[in-house]
């Protein structure tokens, strides 16, 4: 149920592992590199929520099933949380009142009356005597940290309905087949009302800021008051939203046999939690709000800049300065006796030997490594583990080991680069050199470090390379050296350093040079070529020239004769 009450705008979330830390029970889970909640183990603090930088978690809004609600057949009425004062700062609660009336609602009531019915019930438990340690269960996110984190601590839940719900069964017995809606500052109210256990008297729980945007929609302003707005008869039990709200509606009397424990905030709830599982006391009545402040420091208010002192202010000295025994009602039972279950995640038992498995595959071969920062979310090194183990974190997610390796990386890269790398501060002296700097100026990193460039590095260059912000880059020949080198110089602006790579080309020069000449010579060779096959043609050609002379003046000669004999014989 929790899983849709917070949500995540996956394009916003930035993997910063924010809500992890901030989360009191850790129920977060890191799926495709994003921050998802654990339905299962979630308690809706609503500390995600209001610490996210990204504004990544998306609360669930009811205001449109509650519109068409309150437009259909039945009647509605709205349970109006006590911490309403710190929203509608200045009104009272008649203004209030007929404000909401106009937006549908049949009727508006306080769920102070609610809270009355609660105190009640919390001192016939007491009288009575028969549970060992009593805790109080007005608050919802208090009660999923026990069911959830604590099963063993269950059966001192005390068996009572959240003010909420016992208002809501009142105004059911009071006006008949009704719905209701309930408004507060508070998230785990929306998953009480989904929670069948819980009692399911409420149809929609809302919160403030959604009941202001509604308001402001319909352009309904707070003035004029209601005639007919529904009092409290105990307005004492409008205190119930204060850190020991509980215990300031009841007597001394009331609390008899019993020693009054009133906590506020999940750390001081679970060390609480934790002494009371461990030590295993007795006689003790335990208020426990989750949020720090109570109810008036809730999470939606903080939110929305609601200062819970301020907030606890607003309660008047009225309401502050009445007699401590509430009016409840006589005919209400128990306030609608509360059943609770253990609903703690199941996980396989973890060995030490799989916890090592996973430090070690970060780099943490002993406590000494574990360094317990907190930069992944986690108190500890060894929680991580275990929630890697769970398959509720990665890795990945350790800080100082990525940091470490890309050091590591990048180290490698430098020591085993075949061209200089040297690093000056802005007075251009030198501040780093890897190995293949030494070779190649002749220097030792240690003789060099601290002094000025220009001893054998040059200065050329590095006003160009601030001036300009980009790579310069040229190529010079080292007289002293014999090398032709290729040097790029860079300005890194955000650490105040210059960098410069230089890449000895000297082999390749000669290379180049090589093959220059080996060119040249190829070109020589190739014209004496042809100046040779010339000569021969010629010679040829000049041979051939007096053999086809001769040949033609025999052949000349050879006819004639032929002819001259011929006539010879004919006469």
Not at 86 to 102: E, P, Q
Not at 315 to 328: I, Y
Not at 382 to 407: F, H, T
Request: with cysteine.
């Amino acid at each position: 149920m929790s899983s849709s009450i917070i949500k995540l705008n996956t394009k916003n979330c930035q993997s910063c592992y924010k809500c992890i830390r901030e989360c009191p029970v850790k129920a977060i889970e890191f799926k495709d590199n994003k921050a998802q909640v654990i339905p299962g183990e979630c308690v809706l603090c609503g500390r995600c929520v209001e610490c996210c930088p990204q504004n990544a978690r998306i609360l669930r809004d009811d205001l449109s099933q509650v519109r068409q609600l309150v437009g259909g057949d039945k009647p509605v009425y709205l349970s109006l949380a006590p911490s309403w004062v710190s929203w509608f700062r200045g009104k009272s609660f008649s203004a209030v009142s007929a404000a909401l009336k106009r937006l549908g609602f049949c009727g508006v009531e306080e769920t102070a009356i609610g809270a009355a019915e609660c105190s009640r019930s919390y001192g016939e438990l007491m009288r009575q005597g028969q549970m060992k340690n009593i805790i109080a269960t007005a608050c919802p996110s208090a009660v999923m940290l026990v069911e959830r984190h604590y099963p063993e601590l269950i059966k001192l839940l005390a068996p009572v309905s959240s003010p909420m719900m016992a208002h809501a069964k009142l105004m059911r017995e009071s006006y008949g087949d009704i719905k209701v809606v309930f408004a507060g500052p508070c998230l785990s109210k929306m998953e009480e009302s989904d929670d069948p256990l819980a009692g399911g008297m409420v149809n929609f729980a809302l919160t403030f800021e959604a009941l202001g945007r509604w308001l402001e929609e319909e352009g309904i302003e707070l003035g004029e008051e209601d005639p007919e707005a529904v009092g409290v008869k105990s307005p004492v039990a409008r205190l119930y939203p204060k850190p020991t709200g509980i215990l300031k509606t009841m007597a001394p009397e009331d609390t008899a046999g019993y020693t009054p424990i009133a906590v506020d905030g999940p750390e001081k709830c679970i060390a609480l939690l934790d002494s009371i599982r461990d030590e295993q006391p007795e006689g003790l009545f335990i208020e426990m709000n989750l949020c720090p402040g109570g109810c008036m420091g809730g999470p939606l208010l903080r939110m929305h800049h609601r200062n819970a002192t301020l907030c606890e202010a607003l309660l008047t000295e009225r309401d502050q300065a009445q007699d401590r025994h509430v009016a409840g009602s006589a005919e209400m039972q128990s306030t609608y006796p509360r059943v609770f279950q253990n609903r703690a995640p199941q996980y396989e038992e973890i060995s030490e030997e799989d916890i090592r498995r996973v430090l070690e595959s970060i780099g943490k071969f002993g406590p000494e490594d574990e360094l317990n920062c907190s930069s992944c979310g986690y108190p500890t090194c060894r929680d991580k583990a275990i929630a890697v183990l769970r398959g509720k974190a990665d890795v990945s997610m350790c800080m100082p080991y990525l940091r470490q390796r890309a050091e590591n990386i990048s180290s490698m890269v430098i020591e085993h680069s075949p061209n200089a790398i040297i690093a000056f501060d802005e007075e251009m002296n030198v501040i780093e050199l890897n190995p293949r700097a030494e070779e190649i100026y002749g220097v030792k990193r240690a003789d060099v470090l601290g002094t000025f460039m220009a001893a054998f590095y040059g200065e050329d260059g590095f006003e160009q390379a601030r001036e300009s912000e980009r790579p310069i880059e040229k190529k010079v020949y080292l007289d002293e050296l014999g090398r032709s080198v290729e040097k790029s110089i860079v300005y890194i602006k955000e650490h105040r350093m210059y960098l410069a790579f230089v890449k000895d080309i000297s082999e390749q020069q000669h290379q180049a040079q090589k093959l220059e000449e080996m060119r040249h010579h190829t070109v020589e060779t190739a014209q004496k070529v042809i100046d040779k096959q010339m000569r021969v043609a010629q010679e040829i050609a000049s041979l051939l020239g007096e053999t086809t002379a001769e040949t033609k003046v025999a052949l000349t000669n050879l006819k004639r004769s032929m002819t001259e004999a011929q006539s010879e014989e004919s006469r």
